[in-house]
C-alpha cells in the first residue's frame, strides 16, 4: 500500500521548525522535532525542505551528538566491528549475515543507520540483538546528498566504542571465512602495532608522494578502509578521522599516517597469506557524484601531504 501523507498539524510543525532553524531558534526547533516525533512522524532536512516519514519502531536520533561518548571508559571486549549503512538494503543483509557467520563469537558488530535511506535501516533492526548493536540518526550521508560527513559517522562509533581494538568494515566487503581474528591477532602480536588490514599501500616515493602503490603481507605505510583494525586508546588520542573528511577515499590513509604519528615508532601491517574477503560493489566510489567524490578527495589528499609528506 502507498504511505499516506503526514496529517496536516504534523505538516505544519515542520513548517514552524524549518522558520525556527532558519531564524537559528535551535531551542525552539529542537521542541517542535520532538512534538513531531511525539505525533509518530521523524522530521529530515533535505534541500527542498523538510521531509516527513512515519515513525519507525525504533529510536532515531536528530543527530549523531545522540550517540554516547565512552571514550573515556575502560576496555569491555576484545574487538568491535563498526558499520556506516547508508542506504543499499541488500547490501547490508549481505556483509552483516558475512560479519555474523565469519568473525568469532565475541566480536561485536557495531552499526549506524543514516537516514534510513531506501528502508537500509529497516534490515539492520531486524539484526539488532545481543552482537549486533544499532543506532539510527536522522541525517543523511553527506555523499548522497545530506549533511552527515564520512569522518562525523566514523568518529561517532569510534566514540561510542569500547573494545580494545576497532575495526572499520565497509558495507562492500563480504567476509567468506574468519578474516577479522587475523587482524586482531597482527596487533596483538606487538606492543609496536597500531593498525592492521586486509590491503595495504605504500607511498610512492618516486612519484613525490603524489599516489599510493598496492603493498603485499607486512609492514605497510597504510591499510585501506575496507577492512581494518586498529588500537582504539591510539585512534582516540590521534582523534582520527579527521573531522574535516567527508568523503572516505584518501581519508584512511590519512588516518593510518596519524596513528602512527600519535604512538612514534608503531608499525601498521598485513598479516600474512589470503584472507578469506571478497569485495562486492563499491558503492561510496561507483554510486556517488564523480566531481563530489574528486572534489572531497582531493582536499583530503591535499591535507593529507600537508601533513606528513616527506615525513620519515
Known sequence: MPEQPAPPEVVALAGQRA?????????????????ILAAGWVVTDSPDGPVLTPRPPYDVLPDLRGLPDRTGEPDTHRATVSVVVDGWPD?????????????????????LDLGNADGAGDVLHGYAG???????????????????????????????????????????????????????DAIDAADDVVASGWRGVNVDVADEWRSFVDAGPGDVDAVLGYLMAMRRSVAVAADVPHPKARFYRNADMETCFALRAAQPGSRIVVPAGELPVRQDRHRGYHDTDPDYRDKESAKTYQRFLHRFRDRA
Open 130 to 184: 545481543e552482537r549486533v548493536r544499532e543506532w539510527h540518526a536522522a541525517g543523511t550521508a553527506a555523499w548522497r546528498g545530506g549533511a552527515v560527513g564520512w569522518a562525523d559517522a566514523r568518529r561517532a562509533l569510534l566514540r561510542a566504542d569500547t573494545a580494545r581494538l576497532h575495526v572499520w568494515c565497509d558495507l562492500s566487503t563480504v567476509l567468506t571465512g574468519d578474516a577479522v581474528t587475523p587482524l586482531l
Open 19 to 35: 522558520e525556527a532553524r532558519a531564524a537559528r531558534d535551535f531551542g525552539a526547533a529542537d521542541r517542535l522535532r520532538d512534538e
Open 91 to 111: 547490501d547490508v543483509r549481505t556483509c552483516l549475515d558475512a560479519l555474523l557467520a565469519h568473525s568469532p563469537d565475541d566480536v561485536v558488530v557495531q552499526v
